[in-house]
């Protein structure tokens, strides 16, 4: 089956810097890339995904971008605020097949 | 258009009993999944229902089971609690599952085993 791996597991940045999370597939099979966001106490909620038909996509303030060949896709947070700090989860997904997620990113904006 | 709702939100069992989670998808979604968060482990997927039909399944023991109702609400049902299934329950709701699509989660049930 897929597997997902996620670095970094903790992520510190001074507010205004960017944050960059990096993941990594195996199935090549695999097509489809979301990214998730999950506060305290809540849900993950969906902020960024991306097909494997497509190398980057952009968002105001994030970004993902994707490399087939080397089975790994990243997501990208320019300008970051406090209300960024969360744990961000990557996933990878086939065609009919369940999501599999990383193992998370606690990303802290330091004021 | 209203989120993912699930119920209860909090819920506390002693081992050996057994619960019963809900799960009602956004409007118009007829794929539900179910996922459990602990954090030793993740997010690990428990099972995936669509038009009332398991469509996948993780890797849990039997006593995990679901079903769907005709009005896509699923519910996910755990007997013979055992301490480790002490986790928060997510669901997801997705328009259909053949396709790459977006999945959408609700808050969450927090499972506590005593």
């Known amino acids: 089956g897929e597997n997902v791996e996620q670095h970094p597991s903790t992520l510190s940045v001074q507010e205004g810097d960017s944050a960059v999370i990096k993941c990594t597939y195996s199935d090549s099979a695999s097509n489809y890339f979301p990214w998730y966001k999950q506060e305290l106490g809540k849900g993950p909620q969906l902020i960024i995904d991306i097909r494997s038909n497509v190398g980057e996509k952009k968002d105001q303030r994030i970004a993902v971008t994707l490399n087939k060949t080397a089975k790994h896709f990243s997501l990208h947070i320019t300008e970051t605020q406090p209300e960024d700090s969360a744990v961000y989860f990557c996933a990878a997904k086939m065609t009919n097949e369940k999501l599999t997620f990383g193992t998370g990113t606690r990303l802290t904006i330091i004021p | 258009k209203a989120g993912v709702t699930q119920t209860p939100r909090y819920l506390i069992k002693t081992r050996g009993q057994q619960v019963t989670l809900s799960c009602s998808p956004i409007s118009g979604h007829r794929s539900v999944s179910w996922y459990q968060q602990t954090p030793g482990q993740g997010l690990q997927f428990l099972f995936e229902y669509f038009s009332e039909t398991q469509r996948n399944k993780g890797n849990f023991p039997g006593r995990f089971s679901g079903r769907q109702f005709s009005n896509s609400r699923s519910e996910m049902n755990v007997s013979t609690l055992e301490l480790g299934d002490s986790a928060l329950y997510l669901c997801?709701?997705?328009?259909?599952?053949?396709?790459?699509?977006?999945?959408?989660f609700g808050p969450g049930t927090r499972l506590t085993v005593l």
């Open positions: 997801a709701s997705s328009l259909v599952v053949a396709a790459d699509n977006e999945q959408f």
